[in-house]
């Protein structure tokens, strides 16, 4: 499967911007989905995770409560609403599908099989 993200952009801290990542070439609905982030000169570290159906939903703590995942299987599209936001969430954010089994929920990267290209988010302050 292949991965496009987008919805990335310039914002000032307490605003909002949504993340989309569209799913081409496999069966969608087969993945558990994730988001992950990456800063300058830090590690990728998880964001949100997704299950299958959309039944499940796990937030990294530094995002709960400001952050939403969701998705559309027959749109074959994973989103991300990232509300408050703050100069700290200021990464390129990347979206990933994992065959992590169900029932899972899976936060490392090791479980995600495939990637998009990153998007760039940045928060001024």
């Known amino acids: 499967v292949q991965l496009q993200a987008s919805g990335g952009g310039l914002v000032q801290a307490g605003g909002s911007l949504r993340l989309s990542c569209a799913a081409s070439?496999?069966?969608?609905?087969?993945?558990?989905m994730g988001w992950f982030r990456q800063a300058p000169g830090k590690e990728r570290e998880f964001v949100a995770f997704?299950?299958?159906?959309?039944?499940?939903?796990y937030y990294a703590d530094s995002v709960k409560g400001r952050f939403t995942i969701s998705r559309n299987n027959p749109q074959k599209t994973v989103y991300l609403q990232m509300g408050s936001l703050k100069p700290e969430d200021t990464a390129v954010y990347y979206c990933?599908?994992?065959?992590?089994?169900?029932?899972?929920?899976?936060?490392?990267?090791?479980?995600?099989?495939?990637w998009g290209q990153g998007t760039q988010v940045t928060v001024s302050s």
């Open positions: 990933a599908a994992s065959t992590v089994s169900p029932g899972s929920i899976s936060t490392t990267t090791r479980n995600y099989a495939y």
């Open positions: 070439g496999g069966t969608f609905s087969v993945y558990a």
């Open positions: 997704i299950s299958r159906g959309g039944g499940t939903t």
